[in-house]
Structures are given as C-alpha cells and as structure tokens.
C-alpha cells in the first residue's frame, strides 16, 4: 500500500502558506507519528516549507526511530536534550517565523521557545494537523477496521466468563486479558465497566462493587491496532430484565440504529446530533441524554471531528465517527450503545458488528 507520510507532509506544508510562516513546530506525539510513523514517547517535529522535515528524538530511540520513519524526513538523535537540538537546527534553517502548537505546548515549554527565538517569530496554531487527521485513508481505515475486529472479538469472549459476584474490576480485566491476547497494542482508553446504579455515570470507573442479578452492565472498551483506535460500548442484563430495563434499552437503540443509518459526510455535527437526541427526546428521556452523540477515533480516541449539538462544522468524508447514545437515570441505571461508523462517499459504513439486542448474561 502507497506510503501516505509524503502526501500528509505535503498538505501540512500547504497549510503553512495562510499561517504566513516557514516552518512548524510539531510536539503532539499523534501529531508526529501521524506526519512520520515515530511511536517514541520523545520527539520534535520541525517541518519547513521550502526544506526537509527534521525529526529529533533520544538516544532512547536511536534504533526505533530508523525502522519506523522514512527517508522523506531527516533525523536528528540527541545525546541529552531535545530543546538544544531544536536550537541549533533552527540556527542553521532560513526563515524568521514559525508556527507551533499552542494547545499541545506546555507553558514551560512555551518559555523555553521564547527564550530561544533569535530571529524567530512564534506563531501559535490551533487544529492544523487534527483538521487534516480527520479524514482517513485506506491504510488507516484498514487498521480502524482492525481494532474493532480485535475489541468485537475480545467482547465476545468476555461475556461468556462474567457471572454474578464478580466485581466491575475483575470483568475489565477479563476483558484487557483478552484484547492483549488477540493483539491490541494497548487500552486506548480506561475501560469502563459499570453496573447497577453505577450504569447511569457515563465515565464510571470499574470498581470493587459485585455484579448483581436483574440488573445493568454497562462495557465501554477499545482496542488498538498499530496506533490505531477502537471504540465501542454495549449494556448487557445481568440474569434477568425487567419491562423498564427492556424498554429503556430499546429506545437507545433505535436512536442508535437510525443515527448510524442516516449519518452523512457533509452533515453538520449538530444535525446528526439531533437524529439520536430527537428519538430519545419524543419518548421522554431527552433529560437523561446529557453528552454529546459522538466524536472522531484514529490516532487518538477522541479526536475530530464532533457530533454535537454546539457543532456547527460539516462531518468530512473518510471520516471515522462513533455514535453512542444512552440514557442515564441516576439510582437505577444506564443504557449507552456505540459503533464506529466510516463517513464513506456513498453513505455511512457501520463498522461494528456485535449485536446490539439486550442480551442476558451472568
């Protein structure tokens, strides 16, 4: 498969042109490895207009850094600190301005640049590269389509281990278990495991509290593949359901069916927001629908672009979105449904395929 690096270096380089700068400094590390393959946790990206990229990390990596990034980027490994490399290859770089990025710098860091600017202008920039990470290629498309075959997989096996009694912590590592098993690279995110009442906290945390009978357990997990991110959430009953439990996961996932269908590239993020949120609203849940319908996966889990109800940006084509509705009732439970959905050219392209019906486990 073609080498997308030069192609993605090139784009950056145009974007350059209405910031009126030379060069940008890179130090988002999904920004690095998305521009140069570099998987190190240290790196300076310095990316010219009119002259190669220099990428500068440690000794640390010194091997790793060879193996994973191409000849279209120039590498630089420093016996001690980054910071000094940088200084001395902006000293022998043409220019007078460049641009970093000013939500990823830390102050100090910030300091550090002003401190050595020299002829320097520092520009900051917000979204530069995020913007054009949102569209993926076939390549990244191929890993995304990946990490959920590996967290569908690892899913599948989890829940024929949980039974009651078990705690929340145990089930996620039932479940991390199994992603390392089948190849995941890491967790990309804290898996969530919530039961019972704990099911109405979105971002609940697994903790020591045992699973019931009769009620809720809420899977929020994902797998990653080569850098690569899955995101998915299923609710399960634990023995038995009762009509309001069934009832409630229905609606969620009928809001969560028609917004998977019906979601365009082109589409702002508020309006596909408003799919989901519309269907849970007329049946009188619109309260307990509190976030946003969903967000961009890739490099990160969350990245680019939104779907929300304040997101007035349209949804770009290749895009990689999850849609995840739910319903949250605080003392008695949650329901959350999430897919990954490819924003194809010919419509949406639901990558998920684990089932979505309320199934009894335990």
């Known amino acids: 498969m ?10 950056l380089r145009a974007s350059l042109v209405p910031l009126e700068v030379e060069a940008m400094l890179v130090t988002s590390l999904p920004n690095v490895r998305y ?8 790196a300076l990206l310095l990316v010219f207009a009119d002259a190669p990229s220099v990428l ?5 990596y010194a091997v790793q850094v060879v193996d994973e990034v191409g000849a279209h980027v120039t590498v630089r490994v420093e016996p001690s600190s980054l910071w000094a490399g940088l200084r001395e290859v902006l000293a022998a770089a043409a220019g007078s301005r460049v641009a970093f990025e000013s939500a990823q710098v830390r102050f100090s860091d910030y300091e550090r640049l002003v401190e050595m600017a020299g002829r320097w202008q520092w520009r900051g920039s917000v979204g530069v590269i995020e913007s054009l990470r949102e569209r993926k290629d076939a390549g990244e498309l191929l890993l995304i389509r990946e990490a959920v075959r590996i967290a569908e997989a690892a899913l599948e096996r989890t829940i024929r281990e949980v039974r009651v009694g078990l705690t929340e912590r145990q089930v996620a590592g039932i479940l991390e278990h199994h992603l390392r098993n089948l190849g995941s690279d890491a967790t990309p995110f804290e898996t969530i495991v919530a039961s019972g009442a704990r099911a109405a906290l979105p971002h609940a945390r697994g903790s020591s509290r045992q699973l019931q009978a009769g009620e809720f357990l809420l899977i929020d997990f994902g797998a990653s593949h080569a ?6 959430t299923r609710t399960f009953a634990l023995k038995s359901v009762s009509p309001e439990m069934q009832h409630v996961h229905d609606v969620v996932r009928e809001a969560a069916l028609s917004a998977s269908a019906r979601v365009r590239a082109g ?5 596909a927001d408003a799919i989901a949120r519309d269907y849970i609203e007329a049946r009188g849940y619109g309260e307990l629908f509190g976030h946003s319908l969903g967000h961009g996966i890739g490099l990160e889990v969350h990245e680019g672009p939104r779907l929300a109800r304040t997101a007035d940006a349209p949804l770009p084509p290749g895009a990689v979105v999850t ?15 999430e897919d990954d959905v490819f924003l194809a050219d010919a419509g949406p392209d639901v990558l998920t395929s684990f089932p979505r019906e309320l199934i009894v486990i335990g």
């Open 2 to 11: 073609e080498d997308r690096r030069p192609h993605r270096l090139a784009a």
């Open 35 to 42: 521009l140069t393959g570099f998987s190190g946790s240290a």
């Open 56 to 60: 500068i990390t440690d000794f640390r």
């Open 227 to 232: 850098g690569y991110c899955s995101d998915i």
């Open 267 to 271: 589409m702002r993020g508020r309006d």
């Open 323 to 337: 849609i995840e509705p739910g319903i949250y009732k605080p003392g008695w439970g949650g329901v959350r449904i």
